[in-house]
């Protein structure tokens, strides 16, 4: 898997030696830079110098050609970010401008499906004819594609649970036959022979909800015959954090997986307890040799659809079957004392503390009246001169509508950015700001604000343990072993920032808004934002996962 990057780099280290007669001039030198590597080492500074997509030099290099110079004095010099849930990458294909709000931020590959996956599918998804893509139904027609549009930074694909479980049975809450399980199962096979990296679920969300955990154990099994990982938005993240933890690691065991926990957090004000405990036992099944980290977003609200303040038993037979019924008071009478009294399941209701001042509305439908993007529930229930649960059943069955409720503390994120495997996501698809209606911040924010809030204000970690929890440690989890640090042979993906200036500026009042203090990102040796301004050039890649040897592999093709 690495022995190119190792031939390049040996090959670098003859032309870059003192004295050495012949000088190959490097496509780009980054001078006088402060070096955080990416692995956790404390700074240093040094020249950088690229050739060929590659890291070729690094020391003293004042005396060398190159075809492009940057100083980098006073400014940081890191690998590329590595976003571990990118949301999906189709709105790059639809729209270019999209990939700022990554690019931005400084990130250089981004992981992409939660639960569901561009593919296998029967047909391409909604907005993908608008936008003149050719229909697709496995990934490895969809990577054709991509690859021949171009895209201006490095993704990774999952294969979604939900996807293939969809694919064979539907919308409904059943079990699969032996038969359609099998079907399922092949549907993964042939998506990790393609190239996905692993397999997600996510266990909130109908159909996931409906899998249970013999079914992902199952499939889990295959990914793991390609020495895939298995990432999880688990089944609950409040008052049943802990239970369904357990299902996670459990899957991890039996499938003999790693496992990744997408997002981690404790959410409802009674359950912020729980965040400890949950680390603590992350921890234990690490010590006893299972292969489980985990990744969150530096935000106290989450991103959620409204319909999911509904338990996911009432979508058993499919949206289009359950929202109608909206239309009955009978019905909406029932839901909302299920909504205010019952606790077997996520409520998100009672984790804002049952008020819908606490959930603001970041996103809906085109068709949907823009002026009620950032007002919460309640502010929308004023405005239309009806009551709050009136207003919430309302645009719940007009569905589409995205919310943030206010769910969490800041103490939680501080232990997480504190435990040494956690790692970062952004939780969001690529957003253009001049055409989306609104955004969740941490579209625009996530990687900034850990450096920062966390980092420069706060300091609850150092501008090395960011780094590495930005970088070499999500490369690791991915399998990206020549990517995410700074060495020799390893792939040119670098972020230049001024450490001083760098931050979010997306706010939940105006969440369009780019970060700033990211001067220049390279994907593999390509400028794509040039003193804060982009290139327009398109040198991403689809890492596409290969087993091979006795560890996981990613690499392009």
């Known amino acids: 898997?690495?022995?190119?990057?190792?031939?390049?780099?040996?090959?670098?280290?003859?032309?870059?030696?003192?004295?050495?007669?012949?000088?190959?001039?490097?496509?780009?030198?980054?001078?006088?830079?402060?070096?955080?590597?990416?692995?956790?080492?404390?700074?240093?500074?040094?020249?950088?110098?690229?050739?060929?997509?590659?890291?070729?030099?690094?020391?003293?290099?004042?005396?060398?050609?190159?075809?492009?110079?940057?100083?980098?004095?006073?400014?940081?010099?890191?690998?590329?970010?590595?976003?571990?849930?990118?949301?999906?990458?189709?709105?790059?294909?639809?729209?270019?401008?999209?990939?700022?709000?990554?690019?931005?931020?400084?990130?250089?590959?981004?992981?992409?499906?939660?639960?569901?996956?561009?593919?296998?599918?029967?047909?391409?998804?909604?907005?993908?004819?608008?936008?003149?893509?050719?229909?697709?139904?496995?990934?490895?027609?969809?990577?054709?594609?991509?690859?021949?549009?171009?895209?201006?930074?490095?993704?990774?694909?999952?294969?979604?649970?939900?996807?293939?479980?969809?694919?064979?049975?539907?919308?409904?809450?059943?079990?699969?036959?032996?038969?359609?399980?099998?079907?399922?199962?092949?549907?993964?096979?042939?998506?990790?022979?393609?190239?996905?990296?692993?397999?997600?679920?996510?266990?909130?969300?109908?159909?996931?909800?409906?899998?249970?955990?013999?079914?992902?154990?199952?499939?889990?099994?295959?990914?793991?015959?390609?020495?895939?990982?298995?990432?999880?938005?688990?089944?609950?993240?409040?008052?049943?954090?802990?239970?369904?933890?357990?299902?996670?690691?459990?899957?991890?065991?039996?499938?003999?997986?790693?496992?990744?926990?997408?997002?981690?957090?404790?959410?409802?004000?009674?359950?912020?307890?729980?965040?400890?405990?949950?680390?603590?036992?992350?921890?234990?099944?690490?010590?006893?040799?299972?292969?489980?980290?985990?990744?969150?977003?530096?935000?106290?609200?989450?991103?959620?659809?409204?319909?999911?303040?509904?338990?996911?038993?009432h979508y058993a037979k499919g949206a289009d079957a359950f929202l109608p019924t909206l239309s009955n008071p009978n019905v909406r009478q029932a839901l909302r004392r299920e909504i205010e009294k019952t606790t077997d399941w996520e409520n998100w209701y009672q984790h804002v503390g049952s008020d819908w001042n606490k959930v603001l509305i970041t996103g809906a439908r085109e068709a949907s009246d823009p002026s009620i993007i950032g007002l919460s529930v309640e502010q929308v229930a004023g405005k239309r001169h009806v009551d709050p649960w009136t207003a919430f059943f309302d645009l719940v069955q007009q569905g589409g509508v995205s919310v943030a409720p206010e769910s969490m503390n800041e103490e939680q994120k501080r232990e997480a950015l504190r435990t040494p495997w956690v790692m970062l996501d952004c939780d969001s698809s690529p957003t253009n700001p001049a055409t989306a209606a609104s955004a969740h911040p941490r579209a625009f924010g996530t990687f900034p604000r850990v450096l920062a809030k966390y980092v420069r204000e706060e300091k609850v970690i150092s501008l090395e343990e960011a780094v590495r929890k930005m970088t070499s440690l999500p490369a690791n989890r991915l399998g990206l072993f020549d990517r995410g640090r700074i060495a020799l042979g390893a792939a040119a993906d670098l972020v230049v920032f001024d450490p001083e200036r760098v931050r979010d500026t997306a706010t939940f009042a105006r969440p369009l808004s780019h970060s700033e203090g990211i001067e220049y990102v390279i994907v593999s040796g390509q400028l794509v934002i040039d003193g804060g301004r982009r290139t327009g050039n398109l040198p991403g890649k689809i890492l596409r996962h290969r087993a091979g040897g006795t560890g996981t592999g990613t690499t392009e093709r």
């Open 1 to 313: 898997m690495l022995r190119r990057p190792i031939i390049l780099a040996a090959l670098c280290l003859l032309f870059a030696w003192p004295g050495q007669a012949v000088r190959q001039p490097f496509d780009l030198i980054v001078r006088n830079a402060r070096v955080v590597d990416g692995a956790g080492n404390p700074w240093y500074r040094a020249d950088i110098g690229l050739r060929g997509g590659y890291i070729a030099a690094i020391g003293n290099l004042s005396g060398e050609a190159a075809t492009r110079v940057i100083d980098a004095a006073g400014a940081v010099v890191a690998p590329g970010f590595i976003d571990l849930m990118g949301g999906s990458d189709l709105p790059i294909l639809r729209d270019p401008l999209t990939a700022d709000s990554k690019l931005r931020q400084g990130i250089t590959t981004m992981l992409v499906g939660e639960g569901g996956s561009v593919a296998p599918r029967r047909e391409a998804p909604p907005g993908a004819e608008p936008a003149g893509l050719p229909t697709w139904k496995t990934f490895r027609e969809y990577f054709t594609i991509v690859e021949e549009r171009g895209i201006p930074l490095n993704v990774v694909h999952n294969v979604g649970a939900a996807q293939v479980r969809e694919l064979v049975l539907g919308d409904e809450d059943k079990a699969p036959t032996p038969e359609e399980l099998e079907q399922m199962k092949a549907l993964v096979e042939e998506a990790m022979k393609d190239g996905a990296v692993g397999l997600s679920s996510a266990l909130i969300y109908p159909p996931g909800a409906y899998a249970r955990t013999e079914e992902l154990v199952e499939l889990a099994r295959v990914a793991a015959r390609h020495r895939g990982v298995y990432f999880t938005h688990v089944r609950n993240e409040s008052s049943g954090l802990l239970d369904a933890l357990r299902e996670a690691i459990r899957v991890g065991e039996e499938a003999a997986i790693p496992v990744e926990i997408y997002h981690l957090k404790a959410a409802g004000e009674r359950n912020w307890p729980l965040m400890i405990r949950a680390i603590r036992l992350i921890q234990d099944a690490r010590d006893r040799g299972v292969d489980i980290t985990a990744d969150i977003y530096p935000y106290i609200r989450n991103g959620i659809g409204l319909g999911s303040f509904i338990h996911p038993k």
